[in-house]
């Protein structure tokens, strides 16, 4: 089973400041199978980048992913309001398809 | 659009079962699979397994083998989950998601609230 593990815990940000979260896989994850996923309180996850980079459907351009291997972070460019959540990262590329433990993104 | 609705809170005693249901609209049902996770209160997210809605293939974690069973009916193109045995520990949101195999988790049903109490 690969373990992920994400860094750090906790992120305490301000708006328009960038934001870098990372994601330790403990063996190479295939073909860049990563995913995130942005949570906030009472909902369901949200796809935000897939294959490592890909920027799902109507995900601003704020939001990038970048990796390979066992490494792979989500930067957001310049923080808004509305991005202060939990985030995941997940790996689909050897069952099972396990998630890291999340990263909390709060305002400062 | 895409959309995945699952049922409604279930409360449960212990050694209950559970089935939770995720209909689906907006796409070709047997072109993808299901996936469904977990998410304990104040927890992280845990895969609990896969099924392809084109031919019925499962692939559960290895944790809840032989308590849990997925299924689908593609004439209402809706996943079904089963979860025997209950314990307090499985109290949890469920979710469903849209996949294929070796692919991203898009887009998520609501999530149903499963609490298993005496």
């Known amino acids: 089973e690969i373990v992920l593990t994400q860094s750090p815990a906790t992120l305490s940000l301000s708006p328009g400041e960038r934001a870098t979260l990372s994601c330790g896989a403990s063996?190479?994850?295939?073909?860049?199978?990563l995913a995130w996923y942005q949570q906030k309180p009472g909902l369901a996850p949200r796809l935000l980048i897939y294959?490592?980079?890909s920027r799902a459907t109507g995900i601003p351009d704020r939001f990038s992913g970048s990796g390979s291997g066992t490494d792979f972070t989500l930067t957001i460019s310049r923080l808004e309001p509305e991005d202060f959540a939990v985030y995941y990262c997940?790996?689909?590329?050897?069952?099972?398809?396990?998630f890291g433990q999340g990263t909390k993104l709060e305002i400062k | 659009q895409v959309q995945l609705v699952q049922s409604g809170a279930e409360v449960k005693k212990p050694g209950a079962s559970v089935k939770v249901s995720c209909k689906a609209s907006?796409?070709?049902?047997?072109?993808?699979?299901i996936s469904w996770v977990r998410q304990a209160p104040g927890q992280g997210l845990e895969w609990m397994g896969w099924?392809?809605?084109?031919?019925?293939?499962?692939n559960y974690a290895q944790k809840l083998q032989g308590r849990v069973t997925m299924t689908t009916d593609t004439s209402t193109s809706t996943a079904y989950m089963e979860l025997r045995s209950l314990r307090s520990d499985d109290t949890a949101v469920y979710y469903c998601a849209r996949v294929r195999l070796r692919s991203w988790f898009d887009p998520w049903g609501q999530g149903t609230l499963v609490t298993v109490s005496s």
């Open positions: 997940q790996q689909y590329g050897s069952s099972p398809y396990t």
């Open positions: 099924i392809s809605a084109y031919n019925g293939n499962t």
């Open positions: 907006g796409y070709t049902f047997t072109s993808y699979g």
């Open positions: 063996q190479s994850v295939s073909s860049s199978y």
């Open positions: 294959d490592a980079s």
